[in-house]
């Protein structure tokens, strides 16, 4: 249950499938909020009925009251609002920007870069050479644009825990599969910091339960 009023007596259904990276993330935040969902099964398909509810027809969407939105980073900022303890994002201005700063660089120049590979890593097709090159150059590049923005004192952003840790694991936790079934390589290697914060993220409860109940399907 919600900790104050914001959240209190919503019931928010979350659709998606468990084996989505960012379907996990959102359900880890709901569970980080202590607000009250249920998980429906909704694949990402083009299907008039799922693209009401996420343009795009991908995962995860929520629904509240009959209304539905989609896109993690905006679930992740209404979550933050309706339920705003704990808090996910500095109350200093500056701060938060820079929380949303370093997500958008872990989403865009290393899981976004990987996501190019993702077909051959896991679907059995096929990804040309090229693409392979250049998605290994690229994301070379981009894991030096985040180490220069991660903190890890302990936490990505800094003191505090914040959104920027669970886009961390979610997103590295994909990136990283990519990297080892495509290039048989550690996608964290030379970056012992951000190893070692994804082993102390992996035990925070609410992400720990989230990858429990995925173990269990």
């Known amino acids: 249950m ?3 009023n914001s959240g209190k007596g919503i019931m928010i259904q979350l659709y998606g499938l468990r084996l989505s990276n960012y379907y996990s993330l959102i359900k880890a935040l709901l569970i980080e909020k ?3 969902f249920e998980e429906v099964k909704a694949p990402p398909t083009q299907d008039e009925e799922n693209l009401i509810r996420t343009p795009m027809g991908k995962m995860p969407s929520i629904g509240v009251d009959g209304r539905y939105m989609s896109e993690s980073l905006a679930i992740a900022a209404y979550l933050d609002r309706l339920q705003p303890q704990p808090a996910l994002l500095p109350s200093d201005p500056f701060e938060a920007g820079k929380v949303v700063e370093l997500i958008c660089h872990i989403k865009l120049d290393v899981e976004l870069v990987a996501r190019r590979c993702l077909p051959e890593a896991f679907f059995g097709q096929t990804v040309s050479d090229e693409t392979k090159e250049t998605t290994k150059a690229d994301l070379t590049k981009g894991m030096k644009a985040v180490q220069r923005l991660m903190v890890c004192d302990p ?9 920027a840790d669970f886009y961390t694991f979610f997103s590295f936790g994909l990136a990283s599969g990519i990297v080892k079934a495509i290039y048989n390589e550690d996608l964290l290697d030379g970056h012992g910091n951000i190893q070692a914060l994804m082993a102390k993220l992996a035990e925070h409860p609410s992400i720990a339960q989230v990858e429990a109940d995925k173990a269990e399907g």
């Open 2 to 4: 919600a900790t104050n």
């Open 155 to 163: 936490y990505a952003a800094g003191a505090e825990l914040t959104l």
């Open 34 to 36: 202590g607000l009250e």
